[in-house]
Nanobody, 118 residues
Framework: VQLQASGGGSVQAGGSLRLSCVAS????????MGWYRERPGKHRELVAN???????NYQRSVQDRFTVSRDNAKNAVYLQMNSLKPEDTAVYYC?????????????WGQGTQVTVSS
């Protein structure tokens, strides 16, 4: 499974960006799609995800500013980021998980840079 992410870039604080990610296939049984990020000097952390049939889950610091959504027909996941802050600067990775096994099979996109200037 290959994931192609797009939509990163540079923006001033308070601005918006929309990230998109498309998976090459869903045949392995997608259970969850979402976004993680790696901020400078930090470990990779969950930003937001959606399980099949579930409600979105958000890291507390992005709740009310970011919106994650899925288009299952397109095997796509999106992240609308509003009211961006300098601390949102990171490399953002999309992910899909599933396969009907535990631990879940997880696939990652290539990462897209988001830079927020003050």
């Amino acid at each position: 499974v290959q994931l192609q992410a797009s939509g990163g870039g540079s923006v001033q604080a308070g601005g918006s960006l929309r990230l998109s990610c498309v998976a090459s296939e869903s045949g392995f049984g997608i259970e969850v799609m979402g976004w993680y990020r790696e901020r400078p000097g930090k470990h990779r952390e969950l930003v937001a995800n959606i399980f099949n049939g579930g409600s979105p889950n958000y890291q507390r610091s992005v709740q009310d500013r970011f919106t994650v959504s899925r288009d299952n027909a397109k095997n796509a996941v999106y992240l609308q980021m509003n009211s961006l802050k300098p601390e949102d600067t990171a490399v953002y990775y999309c992910m899909v998980g599933g396969g009907g096994v535990r631990p879940m099979k997880v696939y990652w996109g290539q990462g897209t840079q988001v830079t927020v200037s003050s």
